[in-house]
C-alpha cells in the first residue's frame, strides 16, 4: 500500500492500516465537501421534482421581481423563475466545471510529465503550449461552433484546451525541482523504468499544486462558460446555467441583485466544497503530510 | 545559459509561424463575413458580395494566407478592415493600459497573497489558515464584475473618492494614472491573490513537513528564518509557476475588467475584433501574443534557476 | 545590495514599465475648452457612411459632413446647403443652387461638381438612391454652384431621396474623396466635409474615442433647427465620443459627471437615472425603434403562406416589448410596417392585437405542417435584440412547432443570414433584427416590403411581383393621397404574405447632466445647438 511514498521513505511510514478509502471516510473535510457535492448533485437530478417550473418559461409581464412566496429566488430580465433556473443550472455548471477541470488536469499533467522529464521533448512540447496559449478561448469556442454547432461539447473542449498549457507548466515546473532529489537520482541509478519514476516519486508531489490548480480551473470553468454564452459562443441561452445566470444579470445587478446573488452563492458552495475535497484527498494522499498530522 | 537565452528566443519564430497558420485557418473557417459586418444591416447581398470581392477575401484560403504571409515578411501587420487603422498602431496604443494594469496588478497580489499564503501554511488548521482559505475561495467565485461594479459603487459613487471608469496614460500626471488604475487593481486582484495566496500555502506546507525543515527547527534556527529562507525558497517553483500563468493571463487582456472600467486595452481590442471579425487585428494581436507568451514563459524559466540552483539548462 | 540600493533599483524598473505604459498619450489641452463628452450607442469604427449603413457612420457622417436637402420634424424635405431650387413645368428638370460661402475645412469651396460625384457615388450604394439613379437621365452642372438634375419621367421623391434622413444620407464629400470606389472605404484623411464639425484625423481611437472640433467657418442656416434641418449652431469646442462598452458603467460615469451625455442609457437604469436631479432623461428619436420578425420565404416550413400566417397569429407584440423593454413609458404597440404616426403609417392588413392560438393551430394544419423543425437564429451580444427570439420561440412552440433556438453572436448571425442555402446546409428559418423608425418610413425605403426575391431582396427573400409592381407605383406617385393608398395596398398584402412580423415600437430615451442646455429631439444624435455650462 506505499505505491504513492517515495521509495527511500517507505520504510519510515507505517503500513496502512486500512485502505484509501477507508482514509478517506476518516477526514471531517473530505467528507463535509463530499456531502455538500452530493447534496447538489441530487438537486440536480431531482430538479423537475423540487417545486420547480419550466426554467425556460418567459413572462416578460413578472420580470425581474424581488423574491417572494410566487417567486422564490425573483425573476430574471424575462420573467423567467430564478429558483427553477438555479436549481436546473446545477445540471450544466456542475458537469463544466468538474469535466473541464478534469480533462484540463489529466491532459495538463501528463504533457508536463512528458516535458519536464524528457530532456529532449521539453523545448518542442512546451513551445506548442506557448503557442496554443496565444490562441483566446472565445475564437476557439467561435470557430468549433461553426466546424460542428454550439453544444456543451464544443463549450467544453473550447474552455479545457486554453487551461492545459497552463496546468503542463506548473506540473512541468515541479518535475524540474524533484527529478534532481537524491531519492529519484538514486531510483534512476537501480535502473527503476521511467513511467515507474513519474508514477511514484514525481506525481504525489504534484498533487498538491495540482489540486488547488483544479479548483481554480473548476471555479473558472463555470465562469467562462458564462462568458461564451454572453458572447453567443457558449451553451445557448435558454438552457439555464448559474454562469449565463450571472452574465445576463449583469446589466440589471444595481436594480436585481438578486439575479446575481443566487447562482453566485451557489458557485461559491461549490467550489467550497471541491476544495475542501481537494484538501482532505492531498492531506490523505500525501503520506508525509499524513504523518504529520 | 546564454545558449539556453539565444535558442529558447529562436525558438520563437517557429511557434509564430504555427499560431500564424492556425489562427489565419480558424478564422476562415468561422463563421460570419467582416464584408456583410462592413456594409451594416440594410446592405443587399449584392452589396457584400462586391465588398467581399474588393478586400479579396473571395480568393483562395492559400492564397490570402501567402498575401498576408508576405505583407508580414515586409514588417506589415496590414489595416483595420473597419477602421481602417494600421494594426500596429492599433495594437501599440491598446497596449500601454493592459500592461500598467497588468504591473499594478501582480505586484499588488504578489505582496498581499504570498505572506497570506506563508502565514496561512505556517498556522496550519488555526482560525488563520481557516479564515485565509475561506476568504480565497470566496475570491475565485465571485464573478469580477460584481466585484468592480461593488467597489465602483462603494469608493466611486458613494465615498466619491475615485472615477469610475476610464483610463489616463502617466504623462498626463501620475496621480490622475493611479486614481484611474487603483479600482481595476482592486478587482482584478482578488482572484490572482486568492490563486496564489492558496499555491503559496499548499507549496510552504509541503516543504514543512520535509526532514532538513525539521532539522532547522531542530538546531534552533528562528521560525521566520524557517519560513522565509528555507521554505519558502523551496516552495518557490509552483509559485512562480502561477504567477507567471498570471502574467500571461493579464497580458493577454481580461476582458470583463476592461469593460467594467472602460480601459482600452488588449483583452477588448480582441474581443472586439473576434466579435467583429476583423481579420488583419486578429491575426496581429495573437501573433503579438505568441511571442509575449514565449518571452514571459523564458523568464519563469529562468526564474527557476535563481529560486531552486539544482534546476539547470 | 543594501536595501536603499535595492529601492532605487526597484524604482527605477517601476518608472520604466510606467514610460512604456504612457506611449501615444495625448498633450495636454488648454482647460477653459468647452469639450462635450458623449456616449454612443454603437461607438464609430466604420466611418465612412456611404459605403455602410451602419449607424454609427451615419452619425459621424452628421457631424462631418452635410447635406444638399434635410427632412424636417414634419417630414418635408428643407434646403440646407442648397440656395434655391426650381422644377420645371414638365416635372423633368430640377436646378440646384449652393449656398453661398460654403467650404469644405481644408478651405475649398463646395462646388456643383463635388455635389455630383457626390450624388453618384451615394446613388450606387443606397437603394433609395438606386432608385433615384433609375429615373435619372443626366446630372450636369451648370457652374460651380449650380447643378441640374434631368429625370427621365416624373419622380415623387427626388426632395425625400437628397433629404432622406438615415442610411445611407446623401451627404456631400469633396470630389476627390467621392470619387472613391462605392464599394469600398473612402480613406481616413478623406474625412473632409463641410459640415459643422471637423473630424480630429491624429485622435481618431475607435477603441477608445472618436473627437470632433468645432468648424469655426461653418456658415448655419437662419431658420430654427429641426431635424437635419435649419441652423446647425455648434456651442462647444470640442465633442468626444468615448467608447464604454458596459451599460452599468456608462450609468455610474454620467452619474458620477464624468461624461455629459449618453444617447441610449440601459433602460432598466433609467431609475437610477430619473432620481438623479442633475440628470434629464428624455425620449429625443420621436419616431422610435421597431422590431422585425423575419421569415425566410425560400424553405420549408416557412415557404408556405399558411403556415407564415400560423406565426403572425400566435406572437403577442406586448409580450416583446415587455421582454425588450419592460417599461411602458418607453414601448408602444404599432402594427403600421411604416410606423406609427408617420405619413404612411396605417394599421391596414394587421391581425388583431391579441393572439388567437386556435386560428394559428389551424392554419398550420393548412399549411399541412409536419413537424419540420424551424431554425432560429438568437443573436445574444445584442442587448436589445436577444429578448425577441425566445419569445417568438415560446409563441411558435405553443402551437406545436418543433424549434431549434441556436445562440450566436450577431455578427455570426450577419454571415449566415445571407446564406440561401437549405436550413440543414447551413442556411437559416428566422431571425430578428429591429430598425430606427426613420428607415422604415416609406414602402421605396423599408427593407421589410422588398419583394424581389432571391436576387435584389433582403435576407428571408419574399417574392411578390404585386407588391414590387405597387412600390415602382409608389416611387413614380407625385401626390400625396395617391402615395398613401399605394402604401396601404403595399402594406395590406405584405401582412398577407408575412413578409415580416413588427413586434413593435420602442423609444430608447438619451440621458444628460443638466449642465447641458439645446439639446434637439431628432431621429439622430445631433450635437449642434447643445451649449455646456
Known amino acids: 500500500m506505499t505505491v504513492l511514498a517515495p521509495s527511500g521513505e517507505a520504510l519510515l511510514a507505517k503500513p496502512r492500516r486500512v485502505g484509501l478509502f477507508g482514509q478517506l471516510r476518516r477526514n471531517p473535510a473530505v467528507i463535509a465537501g463530499a456531502v455538500v457535492l452530493a447534496v447538489l448533485v441530487v438537486v440536480a437530478a431531482l430538479a423537475p421534482w423540487l417545486h420547480t417550473v419550466d426554467p425556460e418559461f418567459l413572462k416578460p409581464r413578472f420580470r425581474l421581481r424581488a423574491p417572494s412566496a410566487a417567486y422564490w429566488f425573483g425573476s430574471d430580465a424575462l420573467g423567467r423563475d430564478n429558483y427553477s433556473r438555479v436549481v436546473y443550472?446545477?445540471?450544466?455548471?456542475?458537469?463544466?466545471?468538474?469535466?473541464?477541470?478534469?480533462?484540463?488536469?489529466?491532459?495538463?499533467?501528463?504533457?508536463?510529465?512528458?516535458?519536464?522529464?524528457?530532456?529532449?521533448?521539453?523545448?518542442?512540447?512546451?513551445?506548442?503550449?506557448?503557442?496554443?496559449?496565444?490562441?483566446?478561448?472565445?475564437?476557439?469556442?467561435?470557430?468549433?461552433?461553426?466546424?460542428?454547432?454550439?453544444?456543451?461539447?464544443?463549450?467544453?473542449?473550447?474552455?479545457?484546451?486554453?487551461?492545459?498549457p497552463r496546468v503542463a507548466r506548473l506540473v512541468r515546473g515541479v518535475v524540474l525541482t524533484i527529478r534532481e532529489e537524491p531519492y529519484v537520482e538514486a531510483a534512476i541509478a537501480s535502473g527503476t523504468r521511467l513511467p515507474l519514476i513519474l508514477w511514484r516519486h514525481v506525481l504525489p508531489n504534484t498533487i498538491a499544486p495540482l489540486i488547488v490548480q483544479g479548483t481554480y480551473i473548476a471555479a473558472a470553468a463555470v465562469l467562462?462558460?458564462?462568458?461564451?454564452?454572453?458572447?453567443?459562443?457558449?451553451?445557448?441561452?435558454?438552457?439555464?446555467?448559474?454562469?449565463?445566470?450571472?452574465?445576463?444579470?449583469?446589466?440589471?445587478?444595481?436594480?436585481?441583485?438578486?439575479?446575481?446573488?443566487?447562482?453566485?452563492?451557489?458557485?461559491?458552495?461549490?467550489?467550497?466544497?471541491?476544495?475542501?475535497?481537494?484538501?482532505?484527498?492531498?492531506?490523505?494522499?500525501?503520506?508525509?503530510?499524513?504523518?504529520r498530522l | 545559459m546564454a545558449a539556453f537565452i539565444l535558442k529558447r528566443l529562436l525558438a520563437t519564430i517557429p511557434v509564430m509561424g504555427m499560431v500564424a497558420m492556425v489562427v489565419f485557418l480558424i478564422l476562415r473557417l468561422s463563421p460570419g463575413d467582416p464584408a456583410a459586418i462592413?456594409?451594416?444591416?440594410?446592405?443587399?447581398?449584392?452589396?457584400?458580395?462586391?465588398?467581399?470581392?474588393?478586400l479579396g477575401l473571395d480568393r483562395p484560403i492559400l492564397v490570402q494566407f501567402g498575401a498576408w504571409l508576405w505583407q508580414l515578411l515586409q514588417g506589415d501587420l496590414g489595416n483595420s478592415l473597419l477602421s481602417l487603422q494600421p494594426v500596429s498602431a492599433t495594437i501599440g496604443r491598446c497596449f500601454g493600459p493592459t500592461l500598467s494594469l497588468a504591473t499594478t496588478t501582480i505586484v499588488f497580489s504578489v505582496i498581499v497573497a504570498v505572506p497570506l499564503g506563508v502565514v496561512a501554511a505556517w498556522k496550519h488548521g488555526t482560525w488563520i489558515d481557516r479564515s485565509v482559505m475561506g476568504l480565497s475561495v470566496v475570491g475565485f467565485s465571485v464573478p469580477v464584475f460584481v466585484l468592480g461594479y461593488g467597489w465602483i459603487y462603494a469608493i466611486a459613487l458613494w465615498l466619491r473618492l475615485l472615477p469610475v471608469q476610464g483610463f489616463v496614460p502617466i504623462t498626463e500626471g501620475i496621480g490622475l494614472f493611479l486614481s484611474h488604475l487603483v479600482l481595476p487593481t482592486l478587482t482584478l486582484s482578488v482572484i490572482f491573490i486568492a490563486l496564489i495566496a492558496r499555491m503559496t500555502r499548499a507549496s510552504v506546507l509541503e516543504i514543512l513537513t520535509e526532514d532538513y525543515i525539521r532539522t532547522a527547527h531542530a538546531k534552533g534556527v528562528s521560525e521566520r528564518r524557517v519560513l522565509v529562507h528555507h521554505a519558502l525558497r523551496n516552495a518557490a517553483v509552483p509559485i512562480v509557476s502561477v504567477i507567471g500563468i498570471g502574467i500571461a493571463l493579464l497580458i493577454g487582456g481580461v476582458v470583463v475588467t476592461e469593460s467594467v472600467f472602460n480601459i482600452p486595452g488588449l483583452g477588448r481590442l480582441t474581443v472586439d475584433a473576434v466579435l467583429a471579425r476583423d481579420y488583419p487585428i486578429i491575426q496581429g494581436v495573437i501573433l503579438v501574443f505568441s511571442a509575449a507568451y514565449v518571452f514571459i514563459n523564458l523568464g519563469i524559466d529562468l526564474a527557476y534557476t535563481v529560486f531552486d540552483p539544482r534546476i539547470r539548462y | 545590495m543594501n536595501s536603499a540600493q535595492r529601492l532605487t533599483r526597484w524604482t527605477a524598473a517601476a518608472a520604466a514599465v510606467l514610460a512604456v505604459a504612457g506611449v501615444g498619450a495625448e498633450p495636454a489641452r488648454a482647460q477653459d475648452q468647452k469639450t462635450l463628452k458623449a456616449v454612443m450607442t454603437t461607438p464609430a469604427r466604420i466611418i465612412d457612411p456611404i459605403f455602410t449603413?451602419?449607424?454609427?457612420?451615419?452619425?459621424?457622417?452628421?457631424?462631418?459632413?452635410?447635406?444638399?436637402?434635410a427632412l424636417d420634424e414634419k417630414f418635408e424635405p428643407q434646403p440646407q446647403m442648397v440656395k434655391e431650387w426650381s422644377l420645371s413645368p414638365d416635372q423633368l428638370t430640377y436646378t440646384f443652387t449652393l449656398r453661398d460661402g460654403l467650404k469644405f475645412h481644408d478651405g475649398a469651396p463646395v462646388t456643383s461638381e463635388d455635389c455630383l460625384a457626390s450624388i453618384?457615388?451615394?446613388?450606387?450604394?443606397?437603394?433609395?438612391?438606386?432608385?433615384?439613379?433609375?429615373?435619372?437621365?443626366?446630372?450636369?452642372?451648370?457652374?460651380?454652384?449650380?447643378?441640374?438634375?434631368?429625370?427621365?419621367?416624373?419622380?415623387?421623391?427626388?426632395?425625400?431621396?437628397?433629404?432622406?434622413?438615415?442610411?445611407?444620407?446623401?451627404?456631400?464629400?469633396?470630389?476627390?474623396?467621392?470619387?472613391?470606389d462605392p464599394k469600398q472605404q473612402i480613406a481616413l484623411a478623406d474625412h473632409i466635409g463641410s459640415g459643422p464639425f471637423k473630424f480630429v484625423l491624429d485622435e481618431f481611437k475607435p477603441d477608445t474615442k472618436v473627437v470632433y472640433v468645432k468648424n469655426p467657418d461653418?456658415?448655419?442656416?437662419?431658420?430654427?433647427?429641426?431635424?437635419?434641418?435649419?441652423?446647425?449652431?455648434?456651442?462647444?469646442?470640442?465633442?468626444?465620443?468615448?467608447?464604454?462598452?458596459?451599460?452599468?458603467?456608462?450609468?455610474?460615469?454620467?452619474?458620477n459627471g464624468e461624461i455629459d451625455f449618453v444617447e441610449g442609457p440601459a433602460i432598466d437604469h433609467l431609475p437610477m437615472l430619473t432620481k438623479d436631479a442633475k440628470i434629464k432623461v428624455e425620449i429625443l428619436k420621436t419616431l422610435g425603434s421597431i422590431g422585425m420578425v423575419r421569415l425566410n420565404h425560400l424553405h420549408p416550413p416557412f415557404d408556405n403562406v399558411k403556415i407564415r400566417q400560423a406565426v403572425l397569429h400566435a406572437v403577442n407584440q406586448d409580450d416583446y416589448l415587455e421582454a425588450q423593454i419592460g417599461n411602458n413609458e418607453y414601448f408602444k404597440r404599432c402594427a403600421a410596417m411604416f410606423i406609427c404616426g408617420t405619413p404612411f403609417g396605417s394599421d391596414v392588413g394587421a391581425p388583431p392585437a391579441k393572439p388567437d392560438l386556435e386560428l394559428a393551430k389551424k392554419l398550420?394544419?393548412?399549411?399541412?405542417?409536419?413537424?419540420?423543425?424551424?431554425?432560429?437564429?438568437?443573436?445574444?451580444?445584442?442587448?436589445?435584440?436577444?429578448?425577441?427570439?425566445?419569445?417568438?420561440?415560446?409563441?411558435?412552440?405553443?402551437?406545436?412547432?418543433?424549434?431549434?433556438?441556436?445562440?450566436?453572436?450577431?455578427?455570426?448571425?450577419?454571415?449566415?443570414?445571407?446564406?440561401?442555402?437549405?436550413?440543414a446546409q447551413g442556411g437559416w428559418n428566422m431571425f430578428h433584427t429591429t430598425w430606427v423608425a426613420a428607415d422604415m418610413v416609406t414602402p421605396v425605403q423599408n427593407l421589410g416590403v422588398n419583394g424581389r426575391g432571391k436576387t435584389g431582396g433582403w435576407f428571408g427573400w419574399p417574392e411578390d411581383k404585386e407588391v414590387e409592381a405597387l412600390r415602382d407605383e409608389f416611387a413614380r406617385a407625385t401626390d400625396v393621397a395617391k402615395q398613401k393608398k399605394l402604401a396601404d395596398a403595399i402594406q395590406k398584402k405584405a401582412y398577407e404574405d408575412v413578409m415580416w412580423i413588427p413586434t413593435g415600437v420602442y423609444y430608447e430615451p438619451s440621458a444628460w447632466r443638466t449642465n447641458l442646455a439645446g439639446v434637439l429631439k431628432s431621429p439622430f444624435p445631433a450635437f449642434w445647438n447643445i451649449d455646456k455650462r
Open chain 3, 218 to 255: 461653418y456658415i448655419p442656416r437662419a431658420e430654427p433647427p429641426s431635424w437635419g434641418a435649419g441652423a446647425k449652431i455648434v456651442k462647444v469646442d470640442r465633442v468626444e465620443q468615448l467608447n464604454i462598452t458596459d451599460a452599468q458603467t456608462i450609468t455610474n460615469a454620467l452619474i
Open chain 1, 89 to 164: 443550472g446545477a445540471r450544466i455548471s456542475l458537469f463544466v466545471g468538474v469535466t473541464v477541470a478534469t480533462l484540463a488536469l489529466l491532459l495538463g499533467t501528463t504533457i508536463g510529465l512528458v516535458a519536464g522529464y524528457v530532456r529532449l521533448l521539453d523545448a518542442i512540447v512546451m513551445r506548442v503550449m506557448d503557442g496554443l496559449m496565444a490562441i483566446p478561448g472565445i475564437l476557439l469556442a467561435i470557430a468549433m461552433i461553426a466546424l460542428s454547432k454550439a453544444s456543451l461539447t464544443t463549450v467544453i473542449v473550447a474552455i479545457t484546451i486554453p487551461e492545459i
Open chain 3, 120 to 180: 453618384r457615388r451615394w446613388g450606387a450604394n443606397d437603394g433609395m438612391g438606386q432608385k433615384l439613379m433609375d429615373f435619372t437621365k443626366e446630372m450636369t452642372a451648370v457652374n460651380d454652384k449650380t447643378f441640374k438634375l434631368e429625370l427621365k419621367e416624373p419622380y415623387g421623391l427626388v426632395l425625400q431621396s437628397l433629404g432622406k434622413p438615415s442610411s445611407n444620407v446623401p451627404f456631400m464629400m469633396p470630389k476627390k474623396a467621392a470619387k472613391t
Open chain 3, 364 to 423: 398550420l394544419k393548412e399549411g399541412g405542417y409536419d413537424g419540420t423543425t424551424v431554425v432560429v437564429m438568437q443573436p445574444t451580444d445584442i442587448g436589445i435584440l436577444a429578448p425577441l427570439a425566445p419569445v417568438t420561440v415560446q409563441a411558435m412552440r405553443a402551437i406545436g412547432m418543433k424549434v431549434d433556438m441556436q445562440s450566436m453572436d450577431w455578427q455570426t448571425l450577419v454571415g449566415r443570414r445571407a446564406k440561401q442555402e437549405p436550413p
Open chain 2, 38 to 54: 462592413l456594409a451594416g444591416d440594410a446592405a443587399t447581398p449584392e452589396m457584400i458580395e462586391q465588398i467581399r470581392a474588393n
Open chain 1, 224 to 291: 467562462t462558460e458564462a462568458i461564451l454564452s454572453f458572447l453567443g459562443a457558449g451553451v445557448p441561452t435558454e438552457i439555464p446555467t448559474w454562469g449565463n445566470m450571472m452574465a445576463e444579470g449583469r446589466r440589471v445587478f444595481q436594480i436585481a441583485p438578486w439575479t446575481i446573488f443566487f447562482p453566485g452563492v451557489c458557485l461559491a458552495v461549490t467550489v467550497f466544497a471541491i476544495n475542501m475535497m481537494g484538501d482532505g484527498l492531498r492531506d490523505t494522499l500525501d503520506p508525509r503530510l499524513a504523518k
Open chain 3, 53 to 69: 449603413t451602419a449607424y454609427a457612420a451615419r452619425n459621424h457622417g452628421y457631424m462631418v459632413f452635410d447635406t444638399l436637402f
